[in-house]
């Protein structure tokens, strides 16, 4: 008998985890895997009718193992919005197997935007067919998010471009007059250049206690940058809308979308102009979300946490290490880093310290191996330093910043014997330090080729929808519930998004509004059964 | 190296004067070695620690160690450290905890254990071998008040065969724990003339370069907050950076590294 010349071959990745998520043409839930592979993690699924897809979802491997024991049991909020009836992610939101509260809640008030970039996740521009909320409908979303939270952390006025809806002031003041404790205002700008008056209205709301937080698109500095992802050079007018909030006295985080092969060298210089700028406080690097409007896109070399972490190191290597960024352990902690810095800014050098440095943060924030609770007070502060509803401006930011810099000295704050020879009172000391804190987040929002339930179920930051509902921000742009949204909101007929893909070319056309839907007219119902929880017996006999 | 005898004891006088120092401790923190708890945790582990177990931490501090592994795996400690001030501290913080009765410290010499022979189930000790000036010594009163069967764990730092920089071998660098640094082999060498065979190593490279990021960063918060004081205690902090910088460098090269050693008496 003849030998058998095959020979049995290893599979090239080590599997991991086996998930749901979505097939990103027809959003049908189906089945996933997310396997590694060359160091690097990916998420596969199969879509009965559109074949298989893969995508990077985390560019270290080491880093995405390390980071699952800072996972915090998550807070059951008040109130559930809906039921369970077919499962994540068709329930949102949110439904009683939602794994988390809501740290952060989004309130989009307009599809319609004064510009109308390449890059958008939400698909806004002059569009004729859009909508806008009125005052009660705002009131009643905030009623929704206060009836969940009791007390929320942060509420974001989004859009379309919040700044251009006639009533956004009205709801500054409605947010303010609820428990509401930070507002956050995302835009692109170009009124906050332009318009003292309103700056000077926002200035007048942003009060001790409530602050409002100027949340800026800010994505580099080259005029390609500009070009590439808003359409326009809005180099000068960013310049004039920092200088008017600086003048205010209002605080600003800088958000940079950040592309492959765009604006990655840039990352960088954002930190370091976010640092030396009196107004800015923060810096948000966002891979671009391949959502809504994008440019095309290769789903195995998108830019993940990881890699912004690393461009950042490499690009500030005096300043920083990949380990000063430390996974949110509010959220699933691969999709979201922080770190805080401690800046010193003096004509000779800017010092700057990473408090991660500072503080063993994994003794604190590890809730799988720990047996013996760390100081409690120092742990809830530093959860609320590494939380999604975490705002340098915010007072619950400011006051966990002061209690973790004073249990730098010993890990645990022992004032008996608060070094009484060399007569140093750290904690005094540190209690100016909120001052010099400058915080940096890398946040990476899934995409309907990234999406994995297993993170969307521990989301923390929500949209509020006009009919009462928190969806997880990644569901709302990835799964089809914008265009459900959307659709019912203007009534117009809006198609689902398909992403961007190079793969995907040649079963896309182009929407109405830039993105790109299937060109063959799928019919399927906006958000799509799962058909995961069939409902059936294993095994059909 | 050859030291004598007078240096030899200068050395560890000013080592454990330094450790017992409130700005020492300010700049290195709860936790004086590399790893902290995460790496205590890890030796308990591999040490197979079980309840009711006598330990002994040789150079234990301000006992975060003896807290913990008495906290965590329900063993006795007994302390032992050079500096009078850190025992008291070691004391105050273990009747704090409430662990008195089952964490204790002594005043004295790792090469001089103020222990009966014979009496413990283990002996550990983290980043402090390679400060002791007569390790041979240290290593056979391990092997003294271990009892047959019992387990030395050691955390320390390693040198590479080609040595340090001249600059980390000077009296200064001894309390940053890496002047007498020796290779892995050297340290097993050490252990195994003590009567104490090696059976268990690790690498934590990793561990002793955040540690030098942590002096770092203390010594920049402390020049952020409080300069002048700082200079009026006597740290000189441009002479911290260089050493941390020094040592950073000698780490990236390979040079200098951490392990987790245990070792058995027959």
């Known amino acids: 008998m003849a030998l058998d010349e095959r020979r049995k071959r290893d599979r090239d990745e080590v599997f991991l985890e086996y998930t749901k998520s979505i097939c990103p043409v027809c959003k049908v839930v189906v089945d996933a895997q997310v396997n590694i592979r060359n160091d690097k993690v990916y998420l596969r699924k199969r879509c009965a009718e559109h074949g298989q897809f893969e995508a990077l979802v985390y560019g270290d491997a080491q880093a995405y193992l390390a980071s699952s024991r800072f996972n915090k049991p998550g807070t059951i909020p008040l109130a559930f919005q809906t039921e369970v009836r077919d499962g994540c992610p068709s329930d949102c939101g949110l439904c009683p197997e939602h794994k988390q509260h809501a740290c952060l809640g989004i309130v989009e008030v307009n599809t319609s935007c004064n510009l109308d970039c390449p890059i958008c996740f939400a698909d806004s521009g002059h569009q004729p067919d859009g909508y806008s909320i009125t005052l009660e409908q705002c009131e009643r979303m905030l009623d929704v998010f206060v009836e969940a939270e009791g007390e929320p952390e942060v509420v974001m006025f989004s859009g379309g471009e919040p700044t251009i809806h006639k009533h956004i002031l009205d709801f500054v003041d409605a947010a303010q007059a609820r428990p509401i404790k930070v507002v956050n205002l995302n835009t692109n700008g170009i009124r906050l250049a332009t318009d003292r008056r309103f700056v000077a209205a926002l200035a007048e709301r942003n009060r001790p206690g409530r602050p409002v937080n100027v949340y800026l698109q800010f994505d580099g500095f080259d005029e390609r940058t500009h070009r590439e992802i808003r359409g326009r050079d809005l180099r000068e007018l960013k310049r004039r809308a920092l200088d008017n909030c600086a003048e205010a006295g209002l605080t600003v985080t ?78 699933f902690p691969t999709c979201r880093s922080i770190t805080y810095l401690l800046v010193d800014r003096k004509p000779e050098r800017t010092d700057v310290v990473p408090i991660p440095r500072l503080i063993n943060l994994e003794e604190y924030l590890d809730y799988v191996s720990n047996r013996v609770m760390p100081d409690a007070a120092v742990r809830a502060a530093l959860e609320k330093l590494w939380s999604a509803s975490a705002f340098m401006g915010a007072e619950a930011t400011a006051h966990s910043l002061e209690i973790t810099a004073a249990a730098v000295p010993r890990g645990t704050p022992a004032p008996e014997l608060e070094c009484a020879a060399c007569g140093i009172d750290l904690p005094q000391a540190v209690k100016e330090l909120d001052e010099r804190a400058f915080m940096i987040v890398v946040q990476d929002f899934q995409d309907p080729y990234t999406l994995n339930v297993k993170q969307l179920m521990k989301c923390c930051v929500e949209e509020i929808t006009p009919d009462g509902r928190l969806i997880p921000f990644c569901a709302y742009n990835s799964v089809g519930y914008r265009e459900q949204v959307r659709e019912q909101m203007s009534g117009v007929k809006v198609a689902d998004v398909v992403p961007n893909a190079t793969e995907l070319q040649p079963v896309v056309t182009d929407s109405p509004y830039g993105s790109k839907i299937a060109s063959n007219g799928d019919g399927r119902p906006a958000v799509a059964r799962d058909t995961t929880n069939v409902g059936r017996k294993a095994v059909q006999r | 190296m050859t030291t004598s005898r007078a240096d030899a004891e200068r050395t560890k006088a000013c080592c454990a004067a330094a450790y017992g120092n409130d700005a020492v401790a300010l700049v290195l923190g709860e936790s004086y070695h590399p790893g902290g708890l995460t790496l205590t945790r890890r030796l308990a582990e591999v040490l197979a620690l079980r309840p009711g177990q006598r330990v002994v931490d040789v150079a234990a501090g301000p006992g975060a160690t003896a807290r913990l592994l008495a906290a965590e795996h329900g063993v006795t400690v007994d302390g032992v450290d050079l500096g009078e001030p850190t025992v008291e501290r070691a004391r105050l913080a273990a009747e704090d905890a409430g662990l008195s009765a089952s964490v204790r410290f002594h005043l004295g010499d790792a090469e001089r254990l103020p222990l009966p022979a014979g009496a413990f189930d283990a002996v550990v000790c983290e980043c402090a071998f390679c400060t002791f000036p007569d390790k041979a010594a240290a290593a056979a009163e391990f092997a003294r008040v271990l009892r047959p069967g019992g387990r030395v764990g050691i955390t320390d730092v390693t040198v590479a065969e080609a040595g340090l920089p001249a600059e980390l071998t000077t009296l200064a660098a001894w309390v940053a724990c890496i002047a007498d640094a020796r290779t892995l082999d050297e340290y097993r060498e050490l252990l195994a003339t003590a009567g104490l065979r090696t059976v268990h190593t690790e690498a934590h490279d990793g561990a002793v370069a955040r540690m030098i990021d942590q002096i770092d960063s203390r010594v920049r918060l402390l020049r952020m907050t409080a300069a002048d004081r700082l200079a009026a205690a006597g740290v000189d902090v441009d002479a911290v950076l260089h050493y941390a910088a020094l040592a950073r460098r000698a780490v990236a090269d390979g040079l200098i590294g951490y392990a987790l050693l245990v070792a058995q008496k027959p």
């Open chain 1, 254 to 331: 800088l958000v940079a979308a950040i592309e492959r092969g765009l604006n990655e060298h840039e990352v960088g210089d954002v930190v370091r102009f976010g640092i030396d700028h009196p107004a800015v406080r923060s810096v948000a690097f966002q891979p671009v979300t391949h959502s809504g409007r994008h440019l095309e896109f290769d789903p195995l070399t998108r830019l993940t946490n990881s890699d912004v972490i690393e461009l950042i190191a490499d690009q500030c290597p005096d300043w920083f290490r990949v380990g000063d960024f430390f996974p949110v352990p509010c959220c």
